[in-house]
């Protein structure tokens, strides 16, 4: 005897039943929170959508974070759709749906700790160069503006002054407020870098920079995944680079023009200050 108890009827819940369930009442959390784990789910129903929430078994679970893995998924990502799979069937669990969680520390990945990497130009452009054309301008974006993945998912072409070469993010992705107050400051970007934006605006039409080759908004997951795509065609590029690691581009090429390594990690975006400010409209935007 285990001392728990399912209800046959109950017992054949399906996963995708019980993450509608779940996700409906997690809608109470904040959007982001709420779209993210919508994210997370779509890839625990991929995997185990059909079965019932019984006949998840560990080496299941173990044998999906491997593939996630071999996915080309970075460790904290694995590490996060785990900790999410586990979330879920412990609340099944608690709702007297399943007998025990088959998530543990035994089926858990490692965590993966992001270390910051600085590319160098070499791998900026060889990136850039790597992934669909339609979306390097969200490389340059990164790189030498130093935005958010969001932040240039949302960045729209009246946003930017191209004759002045300056930039002015105003919203994320979908729709909503800058994650900061300071993510509103302008930007100055070097003329050769508002010329090459211009250019791809031109080429590629619709409202906003970065698009999905039709004139379309792009999203962040397609962003990222191109970058996964692309690393393995970038020397010396490791495999848990994400666009991320673009901003610390950006901070390195600052501070080697003269801006203070303190001003850099303080404001957390390096364009926020005065100096920032010079710096970043006189950068070298050279291969």
Same mark, same amino acid.
Request: one cysteine or more; glycine letters at 8%.
């Given at each position: ?10 017992? #054949?819940?399906?996963?995708?039943? %019980?993450?509608?369930? %779940?996700?409906?009442? +997690? ?51 694995? +590490? ?147 970058? #996964? ?19 610390? +581009? ?38």
């Amino acid at each position: 005897m285990t001392g728990t108890y399912v209800d046959p009827k109950t017992a #054949r819940t399906t996963v995708a039943d %019980w993450c509608g369930t %779940w996700l409906a009442g +997690y809608a109470t959390r904040r959007p982001r929170t709420v779209r993210q784990a919508q994210v997370h789910v779509a890839q625990i129903v991929t995997a185990f959508g059909p079965m019932p929430l019984s006949a998840v078994r560990p080496s299941a679970v173990r044998s999906w974070t491997v593939k996630l893995k071999t996915d080309g998924l970075a460790d904290s990502y694995v +590490y996060a759709l785990h900790s999410r799979l586990s979330q879920i069937l412990s609340d099944a669990v608690h709702d007297g749906l399943l007998a025990r969680n088959p998530c543990s520390r035994r089926t858990s990945p490692k965590a993966g700790v992001q270390r910051p990497y600085v590319a160098t130009t070499e791998q900026v452009w060889a990136l850039h160069d790597a992934v669909p054309v339609h979306l390097r301008p969200a490389i340059l974006l990164g790189a030498f503006v130093g935005l958010r993945t969001a932040e240039a998912v949302g960045l729209r072409v009246r946003d930017i002054d191209f004759l002045r070469g300056v930039v002015r993010p105003e919203q994320q992705g979908n729709g909503e407020p800058l994650k900061t107050e300071t993510s509103r400051t302008l930007l100055p970007i070097p003329q050769e870098l508002a010329l090459k934006l211009s250019a791809a605006v031109t080429r590629w039409g619709g409202p906003y920079v970065v698009t999905d080759g039709t004139g379309r908004q792009t999203s962040t997951w397609a962003i990222e995944r191109a970058i #996964r795509s692309a690393r393995p065609k970038v020397a010396g590029l490791p495999e848990e680079f994400r666009f991320h690691d673009l901003r610390h +581009y950006l901070a390195s090429l600052l501070i080697g023009s003269g801006l203070d390594v303190k001003v850099v990690q303080i404001s957390g975006s390096a364009l926020t200050s005065a100096k920032g400010l010079q710096c970043g409209s006189d950068l070298r935007f050279q291969r």
